[in-house]
C-alpha cells in the first residue's frame, strides 16, 4: 500500500474566525496590546530558524520571546499560552474546503500519515481537535514537531519513506518531501486545490 504524508495548517485545516474573534478578547483579559502583531512577529522569527535548521523551539525560547515583546512576567505569559489552548480547542479549527472529501477519497488505498510543525498550538491539542473534526481516525500516525524535538524539513520529525507529501510550504514541506524521497504535491499556495492533488496520486502509476 503506497503512503501520504500531509501537512496540517494551511493545508487541511484552518484557523476558525470565531477564534480569531475570540482571541481580542484574551489579549484584553490579560491587557496586552498589540497581541496579534507580536505573536505573528515571533512566529515569522521562529519559523525563519526552523526553516534553517529543523529543530522545534522549545517553550521555554516561546515564553521568554512572548515576555520579553509584551513586557510580562513569565506566570502571566505561562497563564495566557494555557487559555490560549483550552480557546483553540473550544473555538476549533475547521477543514479546508474538500479535505474531508480528499481523505475519505484515499483512507481505503492508501496509508496516511500527518506531520506537522507545531507552535503555539501544541500537537496534543491538535490531536484532540482532529479528533473532534472526525479525521484522526483517518491517520496510521500524527507527528507533531513539540512531541518530536524536530520540525520539518528535518527527516527526523518523522523518520520514514513517503510516495508523496502534500503541504502548502515548498521549503518545510517541499524539502522534507525530498528527504523522504517522496513526490512533493503542492497545494493551495500554488492554485492547486484537492482535487488536483487526487489527481496526481490516483493516475500516477
Do not use: C
Not at 94 to 109: G, M, R, T
Not at 122 to 143: E, H, Q, R, Y
Amino acid at each position: 500500500m503506497k503512503t501520504i504524508g500531509i501537512d496540517l495548517w494551511g493545508t487541511l485545516i484552518k484557523a476558525n474566525p470565531k477564534f480569531k474573534e475570540r482571541k481580542q478578547d484574551l489579549f484584553e483579559k490579560y491587557n496586552i496590546i498589540n497581541g496579534q502583531e507580536v505573536m505573528d512577529d515571533i512566529k515569522n522569527d521562529l519559523n525563519k530558524i526552523i526553516e534553517y535548521s529543523g529543530w522545534h523551539p522549545k517553550d521555554e525560547l516561546i515564553i521568554i520571546l512572548l515576555s520579553s515583546r509584551l513586557s510580562k512576567e513569565r506566570n502571566i505569559i505561562e497563564n495566557f499560552i494555557n487559555d490560549y489552548q483550552k480557546l483553540s480547542e473550544l473555538y476549533s479549527p475547521v477543514l479546508i474546503q474538500d479535505a474531508e472529501w480528499f481523505l475519505n477519497s484515499l483512507k481505503d488505498n492508501y496509508e496516511l500519515h500527518i506531520v506537522s510543525n507545531t507552535m503555539f498550538i501544541k500537537g496534543k491539542s491538535l490531536a484532540t481537535i482532529l479528533d473532534n473534526l472526525g479525521i484522526l481516525k483517518l491517520f496510521k500516525t500524527t507527528s507533531f514537531s513539540d512531541q518530536m524535538g524536530y520540525s520539518k524539513p528535518n527527516y527526523r520529525i518523522h523518520p520514514r519513506e513517503f510516495d508523496y507529501f502534500i503541504g502548502d510550504n515548498p521549503i518545510t514541506d517541499g524539502v522534507y518531501a525530498t528527504k523522504t524521497k517522496a513526490k512533493f504535491i503542492q497545494i493551495h499556495t500554488n492554485n492547486k486545490t484537492f482535487k488536483d492533488a487526487y489527481n496526481i496520486i490516483t493516475t500516477d502509476f
